[in-house]
């Protein structure tokens, strides 16, 4: 059998008006940021539920229940800390993961080695460990409209 497994995740958060734009575990100016129950983290939920695919561990609405005032608030990449854990306690360690954002404000260039080095450090793994870009919808559909930003991870983690 292969220690191999390979984990997908996609997440999806409306932009509203009077909350700070986190991606990343980075905080991004913006006149709008995403509305949850958390920190409403796109990129790090989207990352977290790709891990936790790969673990065959459920999901994050599983682990983060947003019904919990616990969660509330709660910064995402504390979660992804300890999705970490859970892959250390369960035998796994992190190869490659790739993520990519999916809006068409604020640019995200300025942005992107600090969020990337924030999950690195996060996973406790390198930087180059972690891929990032982001892309337009060249203005179709509820992204395009600027209605909110869209997120998809791909992650590769080998059994210790
Ligand atoms: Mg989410």
């Known amino acids: 059998m292969s220690g191999l497994r390979i984990g997908l995740g996609y997440d999806v958060h409306a932009f509203v008006d009077g909350r700070a734009l986190v991606l990343g575990g980075v905080r991004v100016p913006h006149p709008r940021g995403l509305l949850g129950h958390s920190d409403a983290d796109v990129l790090v939920h989207a990352l977290m539920d790709a891990l936790l695919g790969a673990m065959r561990q459920g999901d994050i609405g599983s682990h983060f229940p947003d019904t919990e005032p616990e969660y509330a608030g709660a910064s995402s990449i504390s979660l992804l800390e300890?999705?970490?854990?859970?892959?250390?306690?369960?035998?796994?360690?992190?190869?490659?993961?790739?993520?990519?954002?999916?809006?068409?404000?604020?640019?995200?260039?300025?942005?992107?080695?600090?969020?990337?080095?924030?999950?690195a450090e996060a996973l406790r793994v390198g930087i180059e460990q972690v891929g990032l870009k982001a892309t337009t919808t060249e203005?179709?559909?509820?992204?395009?409209?600027?209605?909110?930003?869209?997120?998809?991870?791909?992650?590769?983690?080998e059994r210790v």
Do not use: C, K, N
Request: a negative charge; proline letters at 4%.
């Open 82 to 119: 300890q999705v970490r854990e859970l892959m250390e306690s369960e035998g796994w360690r992190l190869v490659d993961a790739d993520l990519v954002l999916v809006l068409e404000a604020p640019r995200i260039a300025p942005y992107r080695d600090a969020m990337r080095l924030t999950i």
């Open 139 to 157: 203005g179709l559909g509820s992204t395009g409209r600027g209605e909110g930003v869209a997120a998809q991870a791909v992650v590769l983690l």
